[in-house]
């Protein structure tokens, strides 16, 4: 049997599925959950199935039924009370669905008590990106908007012909204000001249130790620490890792108990990476990131790109790592971001500030460059400089807050809407 007959059987058999359980339980939960599509058209298949369940109650069925562009939802209306806060929830699991942050996910409407729409819809968060028969899960906290005394919930699938979601145990709940989870970043702004590499750690330990006087958790340093101001090239700069950098900061941020992000050369085998490390409060070495987009004069020097963009998780959130040319490009912050990086850190030898509002701005996220030759800043979702470093003021400490949600002006939390509604893999390969 083809692939095109087995999803043609598949189909047919969901089908008939969807046949006999809308038959067996036109009255599962009808009441509260109804079905509804912009057009007839591009209606998805929808049934309560009470076959499949989640902690033995019916789950909420939506398939794409062969159509490309299916689109559809469950819906509800549920009441709710302005100035308060609510705890959305809801359960999913996903088969045959491609990309299922943007065919998968759920929307809230603010309505007042004639039903008039009542600011920007939101767009809870997913967990993690509904992988294929597996349980995710659709999150988030909000603050309802004055004079929205309902919301209606929406449970939507759309744009693959082929798959199948099942929602379970949707919820919204009034519970208590969420508290600031308050991060203090620190970034350094101070290049080296005629110098060595141990001369230019033991200058940068001293701007480090500023920053922990301010209660830093974290302090990004600039790329190539180990280089800068010195007779070395890329080759004859580069060590191992873990090696007598990461060992010198190890003892400095085990000092201070702080993170440190900083840019070096490093040596493995044959291969010299142009690598961003991660020391963490205690000393050691919890991650590296090896520099993905090399400019030609890197290439030149001997220097190999690395091939991947790992997040780390620290003690306040998730962080990712970028270097220097990294930030022409759109794709390394946005893959970050997409794997959840609530910061990027960014040693930088010097570039275009503008795009590094950019990255802020595309991916709602704060970034933080350390630089030599752009400016040394803590930039928020906005893309506006909160602070900036400069020669005479070389470390700044900036108090985020990763629990804060930006609105904007007719678009609401964009940082939500951007997986939903970003272009689809195969339309960018």
Not at 153 to 162: F, G, H, Q
């Amino acid at each position: 049997m083809t692939k095109h007959n087995l999803k043609l059987s598949f189909i047919s058999l969901l089908i008939m599925s969807c046949s006999a359980a809308c038959a067996q339980g036109q009255d599962i939960n009808r009441s509260e959950w109804k079905l509804k599509s912009q057009r007839k058209e591009i209606a998805p298949l929808g049934f309560i199935d009470s076959a499949v369940t989640y902690e033995g109650k019916p789950t909420l069925v939506l398939a794409g039924g062969g159509k490309e562009y299916s689109n559809g939802y469950w819906y509800t209306t549920v009441n709710t009370e302005p100035g308060e806060y609510f705890q959305f929830h809801a359960n999913f699991i996903t088969t045959n669905i491609e990309e299922s942050n943007r065919s998968v996910l759920a929307r809230i409407i603010w309505q007042d008590e004639t039903g008039k729409k009542i600011g920007t819809p939101e767009y809870p968060a997913s967990f993690p990106a509904g992988t294929n028969g597996t349980w995710n899960y659709i999150k988030q906290l909000y603050k309802v908007p004055k004079d929205a005394t309902k919301a209606n919930i929406e449970l939507v699938y759309r744009w693959d012909a082929n798959g199948v979601v099942r929602f379970a145990g949707p919820s919204f709940q009034k519970t208590t204000a969420p508290k600031p989870r308050i991060v203090k970043v620190a970034a350094i702004h101070h290049k080296p001249r005629k110098s060595t590499t141990q001369e230019n750690l033991v200058q940068f330990s001293k701007f480090i130790a500023t920053a922990a006087r301010q209660k830093a958790d974290i302090v990004c340093l600039p790329e190539g620490i180990t280089l800068v101001g010195t007779t070395n090239d890329y080759i004859s700069a580069s060590e191992t890792v873990p090696g007598p950098t990461t060992e010198f900061l190890g003892k400095i941020a085990q000092k201070h108990n702080l993170y440190i992000v900083a840019g070096i050369l490093e040596k493995s085998g044959d291969v010299v990476y142009n690598t961003a490390v991660l020391i963490d409060r205690n000393g050691n070495l919890a991650g590296k990131y090896r520099k993905v987009s090399l400019p030609q004069e890197e290439i030149d020097g001997g220097v190999t790109p690395g091939n991947s963009f790992p997040v780390f998780d620290t003690d306040f959130g998730k962080i990712g790592l970028m270097i220097c040319w990294d930030v022409t490009f759109p794709e390394p912050a946005r893959v970050l971001a997409q794997k959840g990086a609530e910061i990027i850190f960014l040693p930088i030898w010097g570039g275009d500030v503008t795009l590094a509002k950019a990255r802020a701005i595309e991916n709602q996220v704060y970034v933080v460059s350390s630089t030599y030759d752009m400016i040394t800043a803590v930039f928020d979702q906005e893309g506006k400089v909160i602070k900036e470093a400069r020669e005479k003021n070389p470390v700044i400490v900036v108090d985020v807050d990763l629990n804060k949600q930006t609105l904007w002006p007719w678009l609401g939390d964009l940082k939500s809407r951007i997986p939903r509604e970003m272009p689809p893999q195969k339309a960018v390969q």
